[in-house]
Each structure stands twice: as C-alpha cells, then as structure tokens.
C-alpha cells in the first residue's frame, strides 16, 4: 500500500507506549498499546514519524471548542491519527474520528489497605469515640457529685483516684464518710463494674482477634472519605475521569470531580507506572485494566469492583484521515487472532517479574495463643 508518510501522535508512557531511538534515527515503539499499533503499521508497510502533545495530556475540551492534548492535535490536522488508550465520547466524536474499538474497560480506583497491626494505643479502638465521650462524661458527673456530697473531708484528687481504682476493681476507700448515701454508691458500684466488665471482654476479644482494618470498597464510601478529609483522589489530567464525575447525577460522583479540581490532584501519565500509591490516604482513579496492570499482583493493594463507567478504547483519527478504512481493517484481523490480548498479558508478566517485592499476607489473621506447660515433678 503506497500512503505517505503518516503523522502519529502520542504520549510517551513507561508500559503503555515506549519510545526508543537508535543511530539511523529510526523510532521503536514498545509497550502495550505501542506494539499493537506497530503491528498494525508493520502488516499495511507504512512509515510514520512521531509527534508529541506539547500539554502532554490525552484530550479534554476547553473554553471556545478548542481541545488539549492528543485529540486536539488530531482536531487541528497536525496529527494523522493518536494512540494512547484514548476512550470513545460523544464530544469527541465530534471534533475526531475513531477507529474500531479494540477493548473495552470501566473506570474504577485503586487503595492502599491499611494495615491492621496493632498500635501502641491501639486499645483506645475498642471503643468509638462517642462512647469514649459518654464514659468520661459519666466519670466526671460521677466524680463531681461525690466530691459535693464528701463536704471537703477529702481532695478532689482523692476523689478522682478513689473513683478511677473502683473501675479497676479497687475498693471504695470514701464509704465511711458517707453513710446514708447508699443509692449513689450502689449506683457507681453498678456503674463501674459493667463499665470494667464490658470493657476488659472486648478488649480480650480484641486482642486475640484484631478485627480487620476497614478498606474503602466503592465511589461512595470513597466520595464520604474525602469529604471528611481522610482521603485524596488522583486522576491523570486530561482524561474522561473528572468531566464524567462533574457531569453526572450522582452528588457524590460531582463531589469528586469538585475535590479533584479545587486541590489540583492531578499527576502524569508516568507517574502511574512509579507507584503514586505510598500511603493509605492516596486514592488513584483510572480504567480497570491498567490498574490490574500494574497492581493486579501485588496483596496490600485494592481494586475496586464498583464502576464509573464502561468506554471502548480505540484510535483517533483526524476527520479527512484517508485510510481509516484499511486502518479498521487490520485491527479487527489482529483482535480476532488474540494480537492485543497476547501482548496485554505478556507485558503484564514482564511488569511483575521487574518488580519484585515482599509482602506479608493482609488478609491472614493473627490470633493470640495460650499455652499451657505442665510440669511434673518426683521427689
């Protein structure tokens, strides 16, 4: 087939497309989405040079009608056609064409799981916080009315430690003082003992089995958790991720695309590939199958089974792109022979043994053992 030199667009990106150069200038493209598209250039013999977007963004729509990144490149003619899992939309749909879709992928995050070894005050979480206030308020009620009752035969220091040692099991050294004021003091005594009671039960029951830290499973908890300041969310610029949840229906979905603007949480597509997630508190928001691309082996990480949406993936092309026909042609004889779904799996192989790394089992429970040693002696 005898076209002239094509103009490829694209964004260098470690894994998804790779660009090396030797001595004769000749261009490689590896990766995933950077094989297939020269598979496809190798079987229709064309020569291509490559481009970048200047913004290094994919595409999304601005002030005017204009577009950034690679679909405004592709808009304005200085582009024949971009590659870069560039997902299908209506708006873009208006301004470029695309070729057949050759995967199709729903949007989702990926979360650190907190850990769940025990803190030095990790006992303070038997209890929430509310019953924590209601304990010590009762404390303080309790302490103070004995204090008045006691007439100043004994400090309020006193009367606070008297008080604390009953919840330890302690006896009540202030009974002599108070004849006649059985009620309160049946009524601490009550008080107390369910209070050391409940609390040494499920501080047992906490030790032996700690229960399992709480991971964000959905948009929803995801949205309450950065509400509360607990979370931030991340999305590469210039994708479909913050317009879709500034424009959806759902107040949560809108309340991320708001938080993700405000605060500018945006990174670079290479940052994805040198793991942005270092802390729990980091949430990244991006298609399912690059997210199980670089983090589908590793335990500690969790990939949500909630969707956003679901998009095909596919190649843009400018509008009076000449060979989209033959274009959509080879793609669809590749996808039919297993082409794309080969090289996904084997650059996903290569990924994991690239990274080694050590991990203990999350999930595994740790329960606390008693051992009893009986020792017989003869004399």
């Not at 990766?31 to 190798?42: K, L, N, S």
């Not at 005017?64 to 939309?89: C, Y």
């Not at 695309?98 to 030095?120: E, G, H, I, N, W």
């Amino acid at each position: 087939m005898n076209y002239s030199k094509w103009l490829v667009a694209t964004i260098n990106t470690s894994k998804v497309l790779e660009l090396y150069g030797n001595k004769n200038g000749y261009t490689k493209i590896a990766g995933t989405e950077g094989q297939f598209a020269d598979e496809i250039f190798t079987k229709m013999d064309i020569k291509y040079d490559i481009v970048y977007p200047e913004d290094n963004e994919f595409g999304r729509e601005i002030y005017g009608g204009n577009w950034t990144g690679l679909v405004g490149m592709a808009k304005r003619g200085e582009a024949d056609l971009a590659v870069g899992t560039l997902g299908i939309s209506e708006n873009r749909f208006r301004v470029v064409d695309f070729s057949f879709p050759y995967t199709v992928d729903r949007l989702t995050f990926a979360v650190l799981k907190p850990s769940q070894r025990l803190t030095t005050f990790g006992f303070f979480d038997v209890f929430d916080f509310p019953t924590w206030m209601l304990l010590l308020g009762s404390f303080l009620i309790f302490t103070a009315i004995f204090f008045s009752m006691l007439n100043g035969t004994m400090s309020y220091f006193k009367v606070v430690y008297d008080l604390f040692g009953s919840i330890m099991r302690q006896p009540l050294t202030f009974c002599n003082y108070m004849r006649g004021k059985k009620f309160f003091i049946v009524t601490w005594l009550i008080f107390s003992c369910i209070m050391s009671t409940v609390f040494s039960s499920v501080l047992l029951s906490f030790l032996a089995t700690p229960s399992k830290a709480t991971t964000i499973k959905n948009f929803r908890e995801l949205s309450k958790a950065v509400e509360s300041g607990t979370h931030r969310v991340y999305s590469v610029n210039g994708t479909l991720t913050v317009p879709f949840f500034l424009n959806s229906k759902e107040p949560y979905l809108r309340l991320l695309g708001r938080k993700i603007e405000q605060n500018n949480w945006y990174i670079p597509p290479e940052e994805m590939v040198n793991n942005p997630l270092k802390s729990t508190q980091s949430v990244i928001v991006c298609q399912y199958e690059y997210l199980k691309f670089l983090y589908g082996a590793q335990s500690r990480i969790l990939i949500s089974e909630d969707s956003g949406y679901t998009i095909s993936t596919a190649f843009v092309f400018r509008k009076d792109f000449c060979c989209a026909k033959h274009v959509n042609k080879v793609i669809s004889r590749l996808l039919s022979a297993g082409i794309y779904e080969r090289i996904l799996k084997l650059e996903s192989l290569k990924h994991s043994l690239s990274h080694p790394f050590k991990e203990e089992d999350m999930d595994k429970e740790r329960i606390l053992h008693l051992i009893i040693y009986l020792a017989l002696f003869t004399y």
